[in-house]
C-alpha cells in the first residue's frame, strides 16, 4: 500500500497546495472471461493493489499531471487537451477527462499526482485503475455529481475511445463498485449486479507469469470481431438475437454445426462460459468450494482450447497448481496471452502455495514468477488523510 502522508507531502513539495486523494483498485477475475463485450455475466473481485490520484485544484486553466511511476512533467490547457493519443500513460487521465467533458462535467484548472502499485502489463487492470482514480479526483473539482457506475461507463468510453482498446466494462465496474470479502457478480448487459461473499479462510493467491505477449491488443479486438460474426450468423436465425449472450446452447447445438470452426469454438467458450459463472456465483454462495474450483478449471481448459487466449506460460501456472496442499481450483484472468493466474488457496496454506507453485513454475520455465497473496479489497474511494 502506498504511504498516503508521503503523498501528500510530495504532492505539497512539486506544487505547494494540499491535495485531496483518490484510490481505485485494480482486479482479479474469478470467472466469466471474455464474456463482457459479449453482454454476457462476470465474477470479479477488486484487489488491495490500486492507483491514488491527489489532486488540487489551480487558479488558471492549466492541467499539469505528474507520476511517481513515471518520467516527464506534463502541462495542458484544459481548454485545449490534446485529441490524439499518445500510446503512454497520460492516455489514461486525458481519456477519462476528456469524456467527463463530453458528458457535462466542467472540467477545472488542476495539478495531479498519480502514483500506483498496481503491476503494470499483468492483467490486472493497472488502466483501469487510474482512469477510475483521475476520474474521481477531476469529479471532486466539477459541480456535476456522477454515480459509481455512470463513471465507469465513462471511464470504459475513455479506453474503448481515446486509448483505442475496445475492452468490455469489467475491469472499471469492479474498479468503482468492488467489496471487501466479496466478489461480484455482474450482468454486463443491464449492469445488475450482486455481491459474493468469498467463504472465510480462502485467499486469492495471485501468480504473475511475468510475460506479456506483444499479440494482445491485436487478437483481443480479433476475438471480438469473431464473437460478432457469431451474433451474425445467430441472428438470422432469430432476429432477437443482439448479443452471444442470447444465445442457448440449445440453440448452439441445433445450428452451430454450419458456422466455421474457429467461429463455432469462440461462441461456445463465452455461451458455456457465461452458464459457468452463474453456476460458480451459486456455489460460492452454497459454501460449494469444490464445485467452484471444478468451474474454475473448466474455464481455463476453454479459454485454452475454444478460445485459444492462453499461453504455454499461463498452462504451465495452472499445473503448477495442480495437488499443491489447500489448493482449491485456479485459472488464468484477465485478457490472456500473459499476464496472471488467479488460485482460490485454504488461508493456512496459502504461504506454502505460495512458496511450492513459483518453484515449480521456475523449474517449467525457467522464469522467476511473482506471486501476491490477495484478499477482495474495496472500489474506489476517497482517502482521509486525517
Ligand atoms: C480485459 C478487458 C475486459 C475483459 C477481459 C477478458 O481485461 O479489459 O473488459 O474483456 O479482458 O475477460
Not at 184 to 189: E, F, V
Not at 275 to 300: C, F, I, P, Y
Not at 315 to 321: I, Q, R
Request: hydrophobic share 40%; with cysteine; charged share 25%.
Amino acid at each position: 500500500m502506498v504511504n498516503l502522508r508521503e503523498l501528500a507531502q510530495q504532492f505539497e513539495e512539486r506544487f505547494r497546495n494540499a491535495p485531496r486523494i483518490f484510490r481505485a483498485p485494480g482486479r482479479v477475475n474469478l470467472i466469466g472471461e471474455h464474456t463482457d463485450y459479449n453482454e454476457g455475466f462476470v465474477m470479479p473481485a477488486a484487489v488491495e493493489f490500486s492507483s491514488l490520484v491527489a489532486i488540487a485544484p489551480r487558479k488558471d486553466r492549466k492541467l499539469l499531471i505528474q507520476s511517481n511511476q513515471f518520467p516527464g512533467d506534463l502541462e495542458f490547457d484544459v481548454d485545449r487537451l490534446p485529441a490524439q493519443r499518445t500510446g503512454t500513460w497520460r492516455d489514461y487521465v486525458l481519456g477519462v477527462a476528456l469524456a467527463l467533458r463530453q458528458h457535462g462535467s466542467d472540467l477545472q484548472g488542476a495539478n495531479l499526482l498519480v502514483h500506483g502499485n498496481v503491476p503494470i502489463g499483468s492483467g490486472l487492470s493497472s488502466s483501469a485503475s487510474i482512469e477510475v482514480a483521475s476520474a474521481l479526483a477531476f469529479i471532486s473539482l466539477d459541480s456535476k455529481r456522477f454515480s459509481l457506475p455512470e463513471i465507469a461507463k465513462l471511464c470504459r468510453q475513455a479506453e474503448n475511445e481515446y486509448v483505442g482498446a475496445r475492452v468490455g466494462i469489467m475491469d472499471q465496474f469492479v474498479s468503482c463498485m468492488g467489496k471487501a470479502g466479496h466478489a461480484l457478480l455482474l450482468d454486463c448487459r443491464s449492469l445488475e449486479f450482486q455481491f459474493a461473499h468469498i467463504p472465510a479462510g480462502i485467499e486469492l493467491v495471485v501468480c504473475n507469469t511475468m510475460v506479456k505477449h506483444d499479440l494482445a491488443t491485436g487478437a483481443y479486438n480479433q476475438r471480438r470481431a469473431e464473437c460478432e460474426e457469431g451474433v451474425r450468423f445467430f441472428a438470422k436465425a432469430d432476429p432477437g438475437i443482439r448479443a452471444l449472450r442470447d444465445v442457448s446452447s440449445e440453440m448452439l447445438e441445433r445450428i452451430g454445426g454450419d458456422l466455421s470452426l474457429t467461429i463455432r469454438k469462440r461462441c461456445t467458450h463465452v455461451i458455456r462460459e457465461n452458464q459457468r459463472t452463474l453456476d460458480a456465483a451459486r456455489a460460492l454462495g452454497d459454501g460449494d468450494l469444490a464445485r467452484m474450483g471444478k468451474l474454475m478449471r473448466e474455464s481455463h481448459e476453454s479459454l485454452r482450447d475454444l478460445y485459444e487466449v492462453s499461453c504455454r506460460e499461463l498452462d504451465a501456472m495452472v499445473a503448477a497448481a495442480e495437488g499443491l496442499p489447500g489448493f482449491i481450483g485456479g485459472r488464468m484472468t484477465g485478457g490472456g496471452f500473459g499476464g496472471c493466474t488467479v488460485n482460490l488457496v485454504r488461508e493456512e496454506n496459502a504461504a506454502d502455495f505460495s512458496s511450492q507453485i513459483a518453484q515449480r513454475y521456475c523449474q517449467a520455465t525457467g522464469i522467476t514468477p511473482q506471486i501476491y497473496p490477495c484478499h477482495a479489497d474495496n472500489g474506489a474511494q476517497e482517502l482521509s488523510l486525517s
